[in-house]
Every structure is written in C-alpha cells, then in structure tokens.
C-alpha cells in the first residue's frame, strides 16, 4: 500500500523553478532555434527540458484507454464500503494485494490487483455528462479562445512513427448515449491526429479496395499518383504539397493494415477469455491494434448511468468488466506487451454514496476511482483514500490534470512539455499540474 | 367506491425492503442488515431489540407458527425467536442474493427464491431443504446474469409462482415440486440494444388471486431510458391452470416498478404498490382490469401488508413507514 498525499503547492515559480523574465528568454531562444515557426502547430517546444532520447524511447508504447461512459460506481468497483449505510448490498473480496479488498463483483481482477496500480482519490470536481468527459479526455477545462487536444491526439502525436501504416488513435464506442459527450478532438495538432471512430463496425468503412478494381490496376494508379506526385513536389515545394503526399501514403498503409480489423484472425482459444460480448470483442481488438503499434485506442463502454436500479446494473455490467479487464491484462502479460502498454480504467466521475428512492446512484466527482496497469506504473500500488463513507478524499487528493500528467509520464512523455499555437506556448498539462509520482516507474 | 387515505408516516434511517406480521408485531427487514420490530403505524417498538445476524441487506421476512423467518442478499436463511432476540438457526441458502421468502397458507413448507436461479422449498419448523427446483433461465438473452425476483404462494399452499428479470414465471406443485406451467410476461424486461447497452426491469411481485384461478404479475413496462424507473408501472394477469393472458393494465399516472401485490381476502380488489422517484398506491379491478383508485406514496414503496383486521394497510419502503386506511365509500 502507497498512500501517499501529493504536493499541494500550485505555484508556478515554485512548482517550475522559473521567473516570469526567464520564461520570456525561454520563448526567445525557443522561437530563434525553431526558426521563428510560429504558427506551425507543435513544432517548438518550450521549456522542453526532457533529453531527445527519452521521447524517441517513448516510440513504440500504446495506451488503452477503457472508458466507462456515464460513470460507473466507485463502491461496487474498485472503494466498496462494505456495512456502511452509503456502501450498497454487495460484498468484498481480497485481492491479490495484501490488505486490498474491491468488490464482490470482480473476483477475477481481485486475483490480478498485484498487477495495477489503483487510484482511489480523484476529486475531479465536475458532474455533468458531457464536460466531465471533456475535461477527463483533455485534462482540463478549455478556455474560451483555447480548445485543448485530448489525451489520444497527444499520444497519437507524441508516439507515433512517421511511417506507421496503422491509425494513430481508434475510438471504439457503439452506443449512441454518450458518445458525443466526450467530443474528441486533435484541436490546433490538426487532423493527421483525429480519432479514427470505429462506432458502428469493428472494421473501418472504405478501407477494403473495391472488388471492380484489380490488384494491378490498384498498384498501377499508385505508381502513376506517385510518378506525378513527386514530379509535382520537385517544382512545388511547399507545406501543403508535403502534406497532400503525406495523406496518400497514409490511405495506402491503411488499407494495407486491413486483416488488422479481421478479429476472426485471431484463435477461438484467445476470443473465449475476452468473452463475446462487443466489449470483449472491442477489447480484443484495442490488443490487436497495441500489438501492431496504434499509440492510443479508447474502448468505449456505455452506459454506466444508474440514476435507478444502480445495484442490479452493477451486477449486470461488472462482471463483464471484471472479465474483459483480466483477459485484457493476461493477454498483455503473456505477449510480453505490458510493459510498453499502458491500461487505463476511467469514466468522467464516479457515483454518490447517497442511494437515491430507486435504488439508484446519482453523478459524484468528489471522491472517485481509476486504475491503471502495465507501462511505466508500479505493479500493486494503491495510491489515495476515501473516508469510511466514500463521501470525501482524505488522502493524496488528486484531480483530472494530475491523472492526465500521470498518463503521458509513464509513457515517457515530459508533463511539462510545450506545444507552440500561434505566438502562444501551449503546455500539455496546465503549469502547476503534476504527475502522482508515487505511482510511476 | 374504495380509496386509501393516509393515517400515519414515520421516517426511519435504513430503507425498508419487507415486511410480515409475527405474534402480533409487524417485522421490516432493511438496508442496514437488521430487522426492525414496528408497531401498527409503523413507528419502531422501542421494546424489541432490532436482530442482527444478517452481513447485507434484508430482502424478505416471512411468519411460521414456530419463527420469524429472514433472507437477505448474503444467502443466509435465518430462523428467530425475535421477542426473546433469539437466531434459532442460520442456513446458507443461496448461491447469490436471496430475493424472497413466502410461508405457504396452511402447509409446512416454505420457499426462497434467489440469484443463483433456484427455487428452495424448505420445512417450515425445521428449515429441511424439500426442493431445490431449477427452471429459469440462469442469463438473459443477453448473455448476462439473469436474477430470480419474487416468488407467492396460493391460498392453498399448494402452489407456488415464481418470477425473474426476463419476465418468465414459473408455476410450480407442492409437495411434489413439479413444474405445471411457463408463462411469460416479456413486455417487464427492457433490453436497449442501441443507447445503453444494458436492461432493467423485471417482475418484482406475485399474486395469487382468493380463488387461485388467476395469477396477478407486477413490474414494469417498457423503459425508454434505462438510467431510471421511466416505464409505466404494469400489472398482467394469467388465468391458472391454462396460463394464458387474461389482462394487462398500464398506469397513465405513475412511473416504476409494481413492487408488491395483495388481493384483498374479502373485497374485489387488488392493492398494488412501488414506484420510480415518487411511490404509488393502486387499487385495480381485477375483473376489468382499471385502476379504482390511484395515490402518491410519501415513499417508493417496496412491500405492502394488510393488518389482520384488513381494513388498514403498513407500507414499507425508502426510508419512511406509512400507515393507510382502506376506506368503502358509497
């Protein structure tokens, strides 16, 4: 157990170590090394004290992110409060950490806990739909002259190869509640780092060759848009043309990255542990598209909002999790995958401890959870607590920007690196927002 | 004409899921995993002790001549003597979280319904197991968990029905424990495929009516949004033994579950209680299906009792007692 209260100082010279005249030849300097390219989105990085090989390690790690939208219950998950009046009827089980106990509900996570790293301390401080998605997703509230770029675009972004023929970033999420909540967005990173949203097929639409075109002719019309491409380029050298090129080596790598979304590809043996639930089956292939190299898949599973019958939907839906969860995590295990594959298990908020007249649990960001497994977070933390109620934090408060910083530094990107938009520095967590350290690797 | 009128209603710190009349006390089983000795409105005994014994919520308390029977979502069968504060025995019943427990009218046998599926037909001065039956489906169409709601007995004792979340009730004979009939009342089980993924609803109460030639089926009907109770509160009822559909009525004017049934033993009519984020009280015909009277609940109702007399009704439910009269108006 690593409950450990984080620094509450949110000073900017105290927290960075700089004065307002160093951050201003900071931004001189910064600008004079990239040339003046102000304006290009993400091509100066400010403050940037990280050594270049430490991102170029970076290449080559993924984040899963499992999005439990609308909110699952932090008391029949991951902080039961068995006995108490706001705890619920279910019980707990010991897990695999000593001391540890989470929900009846999940007795195969309870035999894999020693391989997470739980947050039971986030006070995120926003109860609504869909700007507690937004904030969760970004890390932050936007400003009004400022939309911010999700979690997904930055790692899409960040860790990426140039030449990757998969996506960058795959959203899963086939209900309609909810799904536009979230509002993913790549924002001024531009739309090479959109999500590719998979919500109604597994399989993306238009990437199989149309079956009236031969493979020669298909290979033939490459050639040809080449030949005229790079002659075009030679005369023509400008951002855009780059670009334009650029976005046709793209469609041809995706194309070719096709069988990727064939899950019967994959053995009986392998999709049994995943269950055939969609979930299980989108869980399934979020590993699929890790172990080919997407920096960032988000498998969406709604609906988690139990306004009524809270106990039953529970019962219903968390085993799913628990099962989808711990073959997810096995898989990983077994492909040698987990320590360059981050797993994260998060909703927008958590639910009240009060138990409403239908049985049900209403929205709560005061005191919630998350769980984090594999790339660059200890093995069996615990980190944080809620008191016996689970109506207030009481240890190692955390909010949306520290879970954000924590996710980018344990796959080895600096929280505290910049991005340039226009004349203004763009940070990737706001200043004063650190990483929960005591969870990283 | 028959209306309810409310008498009394007392607030009380745990939700009250269930209640039953033993040696001239009423007993509510709640969230707090104790039950609570309560006077005729409601109001606790200050001369009973609450009992313990149970680790999770009390979901069912039920009266033989010898104990005060008790269920809850531990699995346990608990047998009291509650004047003296005495558990007699405690069983492990159940697999998963028992929903019910019904003393059949003039035999000795009892039965327990729970999520594990089964129906457990038990000896009612010594907790025996007579029966495990198994019938319901143990998943939903889905693939997920299904849950084995509530069960009644016949006026006879006889027979016993039992029902679950996909809206499938069982008709069971005692004391041979062979089924004798399936019906099916799926319009109380919504599967939204499209928004949210998941269900809610099943049926939650049972009656048989005086005559035992037709069976009352509450729950509710189809929900637009799942995140709560929106569905309009339903009861169906079956004519036994064919088992066929004799009736449906849907209130315009409450939204919830149909939590507990009641004919009245002497007066043609049947009490229906529940609820969504407000609690109703509903007297319907059974004959022609309509609502005769219709009122608010200061609480989601979970069960309901008439006191012996019957002209008086206890109401248990989300942290509040009511006491109502049953008023013939002519």
């Known amino acids: ?441 | 004409m028959f209306t309810f009128q409310l008498e009394n209603q007392t607030e009380h710190q745990t939700i009250l899921f269930c209640l039953a009349a033993h040696d001239g006390h009423w007993f509510a089983g709640g969230s707090d995993a104790r039950i609570h000795g309560l006077d005729s409105s409601g109001k606790p005994l200050s001369s009973l002790q609450a009992l313990g014994g149970h680790q999770s919520y009390v979901t069912g308390v039920a009266s033989s001549e010898s104990f005060l029977w008790s269920v809850g979502y531990d699995g346990l069968l608990n047998a009291w003597k509650p004047h003296d504060n005495t558990l007699h025995t405690s069983h492990q019943a159940h697999q998963k979280w028992v929903r019910d427990i019904q003393v059949a009218p003039h035999q000795p046998w009892m039965a327990t319904v729970g999520d594990d599926m089964k129906v457990m037909i038990w000896d009612a001065l010594t907790a025996r197991l007579i029966h495990s039956l198994e019938g319901h489906a143990k998943q939903s169409p889905q693939g997920f968990s299904s849950m084995l709601y509530t069960c009644a007995f016949s006026p006879d004792g006889t027979l016993l029905a039992t029902a679950d979340r996909i809206g499938e009730i069982l008709l069971w004979e005692l004391p041979s424990g062979k089924l004798l009939q399936k019906m099916s009342a799926p319009a109380m089980y919504t599967w939204d495929e499209v928004q949210r993924l998941r269900s809610i609803g099943g049926i939650r109460s049972l009656a048989f009516s005086t005559d035992q030639q037709t069976l009352a089926v509450g729950g509710m009907g189809h929900v637009q949004n799942v995140d709560g109770l929106g569905g309009k509160a339903r009861v169906e009822w079956f004519d036994l033994p064919s088992g066929e559909p004799s009736g449906l009525f849907e209130s315009d004017s409450h939204k919830g579950l149909v939590e507990s049934l009641q004919y009245h033993p002497s007066e043609p009519y049947l009490i229906a209680g529940g609820g969504s984020g407000k609690g109703f009280l509903m007297l319907l015909d059974p004959l022609t299906h309509e609502a005769i009277h219709e009122t608010e609940s200061p609480m989601y109702v979970h069960q309901i009792a008439l006191n012996q007399d019957t002209n008086s009704l206890l109401a248990v439910g989300h942290h509040r007692t009511a006491e109502w009269s049953l008023l013939k108006n002519n």
């Open chain 1, 1 to 441: 157990m690593n409950p450990i209260s984080k620094n509450t100082s949110h000073t900017l010279g105290a927290e960075h170590g700089m004065s307002r005249r160093l951050f201003m030849n900071s931004l001189a300097v910064s600008l004079a090394g990239t040339g003046g390219l102000v304006g290009n989105a993400g091509s100066a990085h400010l403050f940037d004290q990280a050594p270049l090989q430490k991102e170029l390690k970076a290449k080559g790690r993924s984040v899963i992110l499992v999005w439990l939208a609308g909110g699952a219950s932090q008391f029949e998950t991951w902080d039961p409060k068995p006995g108490r009046a706001t705890g619920g009827p279910f019980g707990t089980l010991p897990t695999s950490v000593p001391g540890l106990h989470i929900s009846e509900l999940m007795p195969k996570m309870a035999r894999r806990m020693h391989q997470t790293c739980l947050i039971r301390s986030l006070n995120t401080k926003d109860s609504g739909h869909d700007t507690a998605s937004v904030m969760m997703m970004r890390g932050r509230k936007d400003e009004p002259a400022m939309k911010y770029p999700d979690i997904g675009a930055i790692l899409a972004k960040e860790l990426a190869r140039a030449d990757s023929a998969v996506p960058d970033y795959v959203s899963f999420y086939s209900q309609t509640e909810g799904r536009s909540f979230s509002k993913l967005t790549p924002s001024f990173l531009g739309a090479r780092y959109a999500p590719m949203e998979l919500n109604v097929s597994m399989m993306p639409p238009h990437l199989r060759k149309s079956d009236r075109i031969t493979d020669l002719d298909h290979a033939a019309r490459a050639e040809l848009q080449a030949l005229l491409g790079n002659q075009f380029a030679k005369n023509h050298a400008s951002p855009w043309v780059k670009s334009h090129a650029a976005a046709y080596a793209r469609v041809a790598g995706l194309m070719s990255s096709e069988p990727l979304f064939d899950i019967e590809r994959e053995p009986a043996s392998i999709r049994e542990r995943y269950g055939p639930s969609q979930f299980g089956q989108q869980m399934l292939m979020a590993r699929r598209l890790a172990e080919a190299g997407v920096p960032f898949i988000r498998v969406g599973r709604a609906w988690w909002d139990s306004h009524g019958q809270n106990f039953e939907t529970h019962q219903e839906m968390v085993p799913e999790l628990d099962r989808v969860l711990s073959a997810l995590l096995d898989d990983l295990r077994h492909r040698g995958m987990l320590d360059h594959t981050l797993v994260v298990v998060m909703g927008e908020f958590g639910r009240t401890p009060a138990i409403n007249s239908q049985l049900g649990r209403d929205h709560f960001s005061r005191a919630w959870s998350a769980l984090m497994a594999g790339c660059g977070v200890q093995e069996g933390a615990v980190f944080g607590a809620t008191d016996p109620d689970g109506k207030e934090v009481i240890e190692g408060e955390v909010g949306a920007g520290e879970l954000f910083a924590t996710m980018l530094q344990a796959v080895g990107i600096p929280h505290t690196k910049h991005y340039q938009f226009g004349q203004r520095p763009i940070p990737l967590v706001n200043y004063g927002i650190e990483p929960i350290r005591q969870i990283l690797t």
